[in-house]
């Protein structure tokens, strides 16, 4: 077994991760003037496919503009912003709004570009900030003491450390090592996402279009969403439909070309399915207060809403204020604790919000299923009802008492 490279002396403080809440975490720790060390288990030069988290709230930009001053400019740069905002219940238009542009120079309300390009610029402030990658380093063990966290990696070198900021993800091996379960549930039902290249010679508009019970795809629900360089289809699939006949890439072109113009089937970029997690860490620290869980380590969401990368922001900035106030000479279990019972109550809420989203789109009584079909039929008398189908698939949209920055 190899020790630390570093001498006897611990780390000030370890990264587990290099995904957008790893990469926040090292940049709002050296914001703070630390020293860093990211341990990412994947290669530098890993290729992560499809959209995943497409969003970046305004307040996320405003988060990340502050802890590396200019990168929030540079992801609205690299983004798109959708201006207009279309609900279809079936095959009639029940919500239509447009929205001005922001006045030049003032921050966006969003910016919607693909995961891949937003960790792509996080990476590159990283590395101008100096924040120190392992690469090919998976953690696959941590004792943590109340001196400090002790770090397996898979080739046998050790890392010590005063603190870990676990970004580790869903399967995270540091959560498991510490014992901290995860509660909540597991849908039985899948959706599909399927990214797709813009096709230059008919650009789609730049609108968000969500579709209630599409009648060319069975009753089943479809929501696109544009980003820079193409949108992403999500389709909600129903109890006992079989991931075969809507989740390969040939069934996939098959639907979406009833969707979007069919010439779009054959720009397929990526095709996925997920379930959807509603779960939460029982405790975002262990209990000496060493390890510090963000991110998709802490919690999963369904995507209604856009609460998970964006969250995970919010927690690493959060935890790394945590972790420098320690250092400086604060009280560990009292900086460390606030932040794990503030990000923790702020999870709590969002997972909250994410499950009233799935229950108005997967209701488990008919009484909801006739409401959005009165609703539909009356919106053009009474917008107010157009509205309710437009914002209900996202859940509750007001910040959460406890959170620690902005809306998540």
């Not at 530098?44 to 990340?64: I, K, M, Q, Y």
């Not at 001196?147 to 990696?153: A, E, K, M, P, S």
């Not at 510090?292 to 995970?312: D, T």
């Not at 917008?383 to 209900?392: S, V």
Request: proline fraction near 7%; hydrophobic fraction near 45%; aromatic fraction near 8%.
């Amino acid at each position: 077994m190899t020790h630390s490279p570093h001498g006897t002396q611990p780390l000030p403080v370890v990264v587990a991760g290099a995904g957008p809440a790893g990469l926040t975490a090292a940049l709002a720790l050296r914001h703070h003037g630390l020293p860093v060390t990211v341990l990412e288990a994947d290669a530098e030069d890993r290729v992560r496919p499809g959209s995943r988290a497409l969003f970046v709230h305004r307040d996320s930009l405003a988060l990340l503009g502050t802890i590396s001053p200019g990168l929030d400019r540079t992801l609205a740069a690299h983004g798109v912003v959708w201006h207009t905002r279309r609900t279809v219940y079936r095959d009639r238009e029940v919500f239509a709004r447009t929205y001005p542009e922001a006045p030049a120079g003032a921050a966006p309300p969003f910016t919607s570009l693909r995961q891949v390009e937003t960790e792509k610029h996080l990476l590159r402030a990283c590395e101008r900030a100096g924040v120190r990658f392992v690469w090919d380093a998976p953690v696959t063990g941590a004792e943590s003491g109340p001196d400090g966290v002790r770090l397996f990696t898979a080739d046998g070198t050790v890392y010590d450390a005063q603190y870990v900021i676990a970004a580790d993800g869903a399967r995270s091996t540091l959560r498991h090592a510490l014992g901290i379960t995860m509660s909540g549930t597991r849908s039985k039902a899948f959706h599909v996402v399927v990214d797709v290249a813009e096709d230059p010679a008919g650009p789609m508009p730049l609108e968000r279009v969500f579709t209630y019970e599409h009648p060319a795809l069975g009753g089943r629900s479809v929501m696109r969403v544009p980003f820079a360089g193409g949108f992403q289809l999500d389709l909600q699939c129903k109890d006992g439909d079989v991931p075969e006949e809507w989740a390969t890439e040939e069934a996939a072109r098959r639907w979406v070309a009833q969707v979007v113009p069919a010439g779009y089937a054959d720009r397929l970029l990526w095709v996925s399915r997920y379930h959807f997690l509603q779960v939460v860490a029982d405790t975002f620290t262990d209990p000496q207060h060493r390890v510090l869980l963000v991110g998709e380590a802490a919690h999963l969401f369904p995507p209604f809403g856009a609460r998970g990368m964006n969250s995970g922001i919010a927690d690493a900035v959060a935890a790394a204020e945590a972790v420098a106030t320690a250092l400086s000479g604060g009280e560990r279990a009292a900086a460390v604790g606030a932040f794990a019972s503030a990000r923790r109550a702020a999870a709590q809420f969002n997972s909250r919000a994410a499950g009233t989203a799935l229950a108005h789109l997967r209701p488990r009584h008919r009484l909801t299923r006739v409401r959005q079909a009165v609703s539909a039929r009356m919106a053009p008398l009474v917008p107010a009802w157009g509205e309710w189908l437009e914002r209900a698939p996202y859940g509750p949209r007001s910040a959460p008492a406890a959170a620690t920055a902005g809306r998540y």
